[in-house]
């Protein structure tokens, strides 16, 4: 999920309207959620920590445009889940023009993600793709467009899930801890796995279907050409 890592363009106009408007999503049955959340432990599925709300939220549905005085646009959404710690997206349609940013921010502008580009499209205009953006720690964020008036073309964005946090997990580098290795298993950090400290750099998180995590690692092939393969477990991806 490669962005620009820049602050999202209205950041810029402190006169913009920040009455932005908002969509409020349901509180959760944490006993139910609890209760699944057992069965998923005892059945081996990777561990749970959001709840997907199914939604149906785009440009041409929800949200609203302000018009620049140089006559960019910006298009803007707020979402929010008084009890979550944190959100993140599921998107069914994702297509930018060049020149088109999209990014995504907590209501506080603490914490952002973006800008991303058609560098990041999947598939073209005319085959539209998915795409998922990652976890922002707030129970109130903005979803932002920004067309520059020499953009002729839309963007598309829809969301199909939004994932509310119930669990916290940190995903920041160096920063996660997610228990000790297992009985079988050898901990790369203690004295066992002194030998493979460069290859413990290819271990990842990941995140399944945008609400449960897992790990693997960064392989390589004979050719030793950089294609880049993940491998993980199968338990990982719901087998």
């Known amino acids: 999920m490669l962005s620009t890592k820049e602050l999202p363009v209205s950041f810029e106009y ?36 959001g709840y997907a709300h199914k939604v149906n939220y785009s440009m041409d549905s929800s949200g609203e445009w302000s018009t620049l005085a140089n006559g960019d646009r910006i298009w803007r959404l707020c979402i ?10 599921l998107y069914d349609k994702f297509w930018l023009p060049e020149g088109g940013k999209f990014f995504i921010y907590s209501y506080d ?21 998915g795409f998922a953006t990652g976890l922002i720690y707030s129970n109130k964020i903005v979803l932002e467009y920004y067309s520059p008036s020499n953009v002729i073309e839309q963007g598309i964005i829809s969301v199909a899930y939004v994932i509310q946090g119930y669990r916290y997990i940190n995903i920041f580098e160096n920063e996660v801890k997610f228990g000790q290795s297992g009985n079988c298993q050898v901990n790369i950090n203690c004295e066992e796995g002194v030998n493979w400290q460069n290859e413990k750099n290819a271990v990842a998180l990941i995140l399944v279907n945008g609400n449960r995590y897992c790990t693997g690692s960064l392989i390589n092939n004979i050719t030793n050409d950089n294609t880049p393969l993940f491998l993980t477990a199968d338990h990982c991806l719901g087998g």
């Open 14 to 49: 402190k006169n913009l309207n920040s009455n932005v408007t908002t969509k409020t999503l349901p509180s959760l049955d944490m006993a139910i959620i609890n209760q699944e959340d057992l069965e998923d432990e005892k059945n081996g599925v990777p561990p749970r920590f």
């Open 80 to 89: 929010s889940i008084p009890e979550a710690l944190s959100i993140n997206l």
């Open 109 to 129: 502008k603490k914490h952002s993600l973006g800008a991303f580009t058609s560098y990041n499209n999947k598939g073209t205009k005319d085959s539209i793709e």
